[in-house]
């Protein structure tokens, strides 16, 4: 008989329909109003080839373990092993690294996005059997934002993750707003996803919203379809990396006509002289002017100067999506965004202003907030020490050496044991092919997975992992106050396991089992997380009880309405009563702060920074295309790349790149057509799609594709599948956030015309039992 239950992922609610233990179709929900077509793709991937059955450890850190100087990880066969000997071995290795190098040479900063749910956080059920049994180095920031996390709270005080709340909604933009300008645009595709979850798609709908009430749309993006074609917005193609410059010259053509509001500049910001000075060229001798502007930007200097006008004579906003910092010097742009928003005149007013990642995530610019859900209890790390989570090749391969981040000096700690529960850095770490030469460092790898990705294929034990369709759960997304129930709709894969189970286990070997687990099993937990986030309500009725919910399979936690901390509307009409947490109080066009901390990558005030790589260089010469990968619209990062969505989505079997029809016929490139796409660091084969939407010298390949290295672990070996990772450059943004700066990496694409190897991605390494 069938039966119908629960599913939450990231990418949404969804209904499974089962048989008998077998998981037949999962199914969009009916008050989903723009549901994920990566949802129903899931089945494929539940029980496919490259799903890691049992524990495994590779055969070359068996023979010779502990291991010390080079290996073949990432190249070797793997032996399967039962679950008592793969414990005692990740155990015993645990107390061997702990006795001997000290417990800050375990890395559990384990940075990824894993699965929804609130009892099954990967990193979090990680970081809790780490701290309690010693503790470990962790990673700061994320790879989505680290530039923004950094600069935000020296500009506009508060948490970095505040400017969520303090921005305004959608709905609010309907009924305030006349103009939108999007550095990097809107784009739908992203907003499918949402941390943790979401129980409805509402930014399509919303964005239409604001159509219909007559707000006004500029696309600031080398790509047209970061907008949607339903809002009719005005596309200015940009050149890669240089958002700063246009908005230095949009705010120049402000301060010269007098269009800037003097009076918030003077009562609601600090420091606007010391930056006007450098608008207007008085110590370098280069006014930073409409024309100016139009030559780095490719943007005219008609259209900025019009951009100018219409920012200041209407109520506008002006938002910056993620990708714009995930770059050389990603910092300037958020920071510039900020200051040309306070120039325009409509901060603080409502609906307008300032927004950073609208449908960058489904709830940012939906809801401000919810109150808080439960999650696995955080223990306090005993080991102080920390990477900024993109420095995680360079802590591998030099440490001991000290870099600055964001006023301080860290020394990169010498790690032994890499401990990876729930992301894919062979996916998502720049440059590829130095994190494979880093990762020869340690003395181990353990990683957690449920597939052979290239993570699992570069560890030395493979724990197998049940997937969010293999546990019972529940969880609440981001900003979004819906709690959805997620129970199991079929059992692990082979001999796979939950973390949680995995860490119970090891934990007990360890001697601190107890204390993990808190005497409760998994269904305690969950009951007790659940209990626990209604405890925590103002009125704990407003929720029904455990069994309720899961009978329902959905409850929905209480609005949270402003005002929030930190508000520009308060800050606008009473700076001295509602201070922001900056230093000044105020917003910080220059900061003191950051000033004297004597960066020449960061100066006090937000200023244009040649990238290391773009149009504009001298290495476009040789690399005349700009690489922009962005996010795939067919799956979450790498996951499910595997699933049918974007299995669908692949040309011969490649993930697709985009050029526009300009740069292709140059190359003698035809839609269809494989391609490999080079440049110093390494080179990989893609599908090539033409199309009109990528502004010419652009090329466009999203994030995800999983690394299929030819020789793994050998300096710029061929990628055949189509990770923009193989190509992109493991460069800091700036000595302040030590980001990712994916976006900064310009390459050439040719035809490839050799036989095409096959795509070896989801195939696992040889086994051995
Ligand atoms: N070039 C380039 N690179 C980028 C970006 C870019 O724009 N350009 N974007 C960056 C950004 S914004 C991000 S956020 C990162 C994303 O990088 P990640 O978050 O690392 O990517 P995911 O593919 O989501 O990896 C999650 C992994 O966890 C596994 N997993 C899922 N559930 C569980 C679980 O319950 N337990 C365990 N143990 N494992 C689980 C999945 O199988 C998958 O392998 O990529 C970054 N990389
Ligand atoms: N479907 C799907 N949705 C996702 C994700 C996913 O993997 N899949 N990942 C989620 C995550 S973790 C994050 S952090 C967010 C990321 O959200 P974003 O970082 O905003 O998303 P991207 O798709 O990387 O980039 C959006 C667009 O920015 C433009 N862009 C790139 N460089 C520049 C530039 O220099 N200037 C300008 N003006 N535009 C530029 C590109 O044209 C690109 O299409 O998305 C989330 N949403
Ligand atoms: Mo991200």
Redesign the pocket.
């Known amino acids: 008989m069938e039966r119908r239950l629960s599913v939450a992922t990231?990418?949404g609610s969804f209904t499974a329909v089962v048989d008998s233990g077998r998981l037949l179709r999962i199914e969009p929900k009916d008050d989903d109003p723009a549901p994920?077509p990566?949802g129903p793709g899931m089945v494929r991937a539940a029980e496919d080839g490259a799903r890691v059955l049992r524990p495994a450890v590779r055969r070359g850190w068996l023979d010779g373990r502990p291991r010390e100087g080079g290996s073949a990880r990432g190249a070797d066969s793997f032996v399967e092993v039962g679950w008592d000997e793969a414990l005692a071995l990740v155990g015993d290795e645990l107390r061997r690294v702990r006795e001997r190098y000290g417990d800050a040479a375990v890395f559990g900063g384990s940075y990824g996005?894993a699965s929804a749910g609130a009892l099954h956080s990967a990193q979090g059920q990680l970081q809790r059997f780490l701290a309690l049994g010693g503790g470990y180095t962790d990673s700061r920031n994320?790879?989505?934002?680290a530039a923004l996390e950094v600069i935000l709270p020296h500009v506009i005080g508060g948490h970095p993750w505040s400017y969520q709340s303090r921005m305004p909604m959608w709905d609010e933009i309907a009924e305030g707003c006349e103009l939108v300008v999007?550095?990097?645009?809107l784009?739908l595709?992203?907003?499918?996803?949402?941390?943790g979850g979401l129980a409805r798609h509402r930014t399509r709908d919303l964005q239409r919203r604001c159509r219909d009430a007559g707000v006004r749309f500029v696309n600031?993006?080398?790509?047209r379809?970061?907008t949607a074609d339903f809002l009719g917005a005005q596309w200015l193609p940009?050149?890669?990396?240089?958002?700063t410059a246009?908005m230095l010259g949009i705010a120049h053509t402000m301060l010269v006509n007098g269009w800037h509001d003097e009076d918030f500049l003077r009562r609601c910001c600090t420091g606007f002289d010391r930056f006007a000075a450098y608008l207007l060229g008085e110590a370098d001798g280069v006014p930073k002017d409409a024309a100016w502007a139009a030559a780095i930007t490719g943007i005219d200097r008609g259209t900025l100067t019009d951009l100018a006008r219409r920012l200041t004579a209407q109520r506008s906003l002006v938002v910056?999506?993620?990708?714009?910092?995930?770059?050389d010097h990603g910092e300037q742009?958020i920071w510039m965004s900020v200051v040309l928003a306070a120039m325009a005149g409509s901060m603080g007013r409502p609906g307008c202003g300032w927004g950073a990642?609208y449908?960058?995530?489904d709830a940012t610019g939906v809801a401000p907030g919810r109150p808080s859900v439960a999650s696995v209890p955080a223990v306090p790390n005993p080991v102080p020490d920390f990477i900024p989570v993109a420095r995680i090749a360079d802590a591998l391969l030099h440490p001991g050496r000290s870099i600055d981040y964001d006023g301080r000096r860290l020394t990169l700690p010498e790690l032994r044991l890499v401990y990876w529960c729930g992301g894919n850095p062979f996916h998502h770490h720049q440059d590829l092919h130095r994190l494979a030469r880093a990762w020869q460092a340690p003395d181990t790898v353990v990683v957690h997975e449920s597939w052979w990705n290239t993570t699992a294929k570069f560890a030395d034990v493979v724990l197998p992992v049940a997937t969010g369709l293999e546990r019972d759960d529940f969880t609440a997304g981001f900003c979004d106050p819906h709690l959805t129930a997620m129970p199991k709709v079929r059992e692990p894969a082979g001999e796979s396991r939950t973390d949680h189970r995995i860490f119970a286990d090891l934990a007990a070997r360890l001697g601190y089992g107890r204390e993990f687990t808190e005497s409760r099993t998994e269904a305690e937990w969950l009951r007790h997380l659940y209990e626990r986030t209604r405890a925590a309500l103002d009125d704990p009725a407003a929720l029904p009880d455990f069994d309720a919910f899961w009978r329902r399979t959905t409850a929905e936690l209480p609005a949270l309405t402003g005002p929030f901390p930190g508000s520009f509307a308060a800050l606008r009409a009473d700076p001295q009563r509602f201070p922001l947490a900056t230093p000044s109080g105020r917003i910080e066009v220059f900061s003191a702060e950051i000033d004297s901390y004597g960066y020449d990558d960061c100066a006090g005030h937000p200023a244009w920074y040649e990238p290391a790589e773009w149009l504009g260089g001298d290495l476009a010469e040789r690399f005349p295309l700009?690489l922009?990968?962005?996010?795939?619209?067919?799956?979450?990062?790498s996951?499910y790349d595997n699933g049918g969505r974007s299995l669908e989505s692949k040309i011969r079997g490649r993930e697709p790149v985009t050029l526009n029809p300009a740069d292709a016929a140059a190359r003698g490139i035809a839609d269809g057509a494989v391609v490999r796409v080079f440049n110093d660091r390494g080179s990989c084969l893609a599908g090539a799609v033409l199309s009109e939407d990528?502004m010419p010298g652009?090329v466009?390949l999203?994030?995800?594709a999983w690394w299929d290295p030819v020789e793994p672990g050998a300096g710029g070996t061929l990628d055949r599948h189509g990770n923009p990772n193989s190509l992109t450059a493991d460069r800091p943004c700036s000595r302040l956030s030590q980001g990712p700066s994916a976006?900064?990496a310009l390459v050439d694409v040719e035809r490839h015309d050799e036989p095409l190897p096959d795509v070896l991605a989801f195939v696992p390494p040889p086994l051995e039992r």
């Open positions: 990231h990418w994920s990566i996005w994320t790879y989505s934002t999007a550095f990097g645009g784009a595709k992203n907003s499918q996803v949402n941390p600031v993006s080398p790509i379809s970061d940009v050149v890669p990396n240089t958002d246009a910056v999506n993620y990708a714009v910092q995930r770059a742009p990642g449908a960058t995530m700009h922009v990968s962005n996010q795939p619209a067919s799956r979450l990062h996951q990528v652009v466009q999203a994030t995800g976006l900064s």
